[in-house]
């Protein structure tokens, strides 16, 4: 039962933490809108013509959409919308063993997700590598903290599954790392 208790409190903490870096970030929150977005739903639930007053109707009894134009019920949207929201798995700080993510260590990712890296030390930089190589050589996002500029450096970037990645730090800053998975896979440590 304590386990469970302390996990709860962690989670709790994990999103505070991730709910107050989107609030100061807006270039966060545009990436990770950007990735939830990946499908659109067109969903016609009023139709309203200005030409005409038909307002009040209510259309019925339609079939399953196979165009691109077609009006869907919303039943039929709903049932996408299910699908959609069980693509992502859940944040998480940890590897495949439960260990914490840490820069320096090499991760293989278990399926396609996002990696969200960030740190709090004044004018130190941070890289992420990713590629299908153990280590990964391709710098994919370099980032920096500014005094000038909320003093924080963070990234998110795509890993694709099978792809390695790794976070190096300048003067070995300490860094915060979240694996955001499409579907449940984790990242395996190397």
Not at 90 to 102: G, M, P, R, Y
Not at 132 to 158: C, E, F, Q, W, Y
Request: glycine fraction near 6%; aromatic fraction near 6%.
């Amino acid at each position: 039962m304590m386990l469970n208790i302390r996990k709860i409190e962690r989670d709790r903490k994990m999103a505070k933490k991730v709910k107050n870096m989107l609030k100061n970030n807006m270039v966060l929150c545009v990436m990770i809108l950007t990735a939830i977005c990946l499908t659109s739903v067109v969903f016609a639930a009023d139709v309203v013509i200005k030409a005409g007053d038909i307002s009040a109707t209510k259309v019925s009894s339609l079939a399953g959409p196979t165009d691109s134009n077609d009006a869907a019920r919303k039943q039929y949207v709903d049932d996408q919308m299910g699908s959609i929201n069980s693509i992502f798995g859940s944040w998480t700080s940890n590897d495949s063993a439960s260990n914490t993510l840490v820069r320096g260590e090499v991760y293989k990712a278990g399926s396609d997700g996002f990696v969200l890296v960030w740190h709090s030390t004044v004018d130190r930089w941070m890289n992420i590598y990713t590629d299908g190589s153990n280590p990964p050589t391709t710098l994919i996002m370099k980032a920096d903290s500014s005094s000038i500029v909320r003093h924080t450096a963070n990234a998110m970037i795509p890993v694709r599954a099978d792809d390695y990645v790794k976070v190096t730090t300048e003067y070995n800053v300490s860094v915060n790392m979240y694996w955001l998975p499409i579907g449940n896979g984790s990242l395996v440590k190397q």
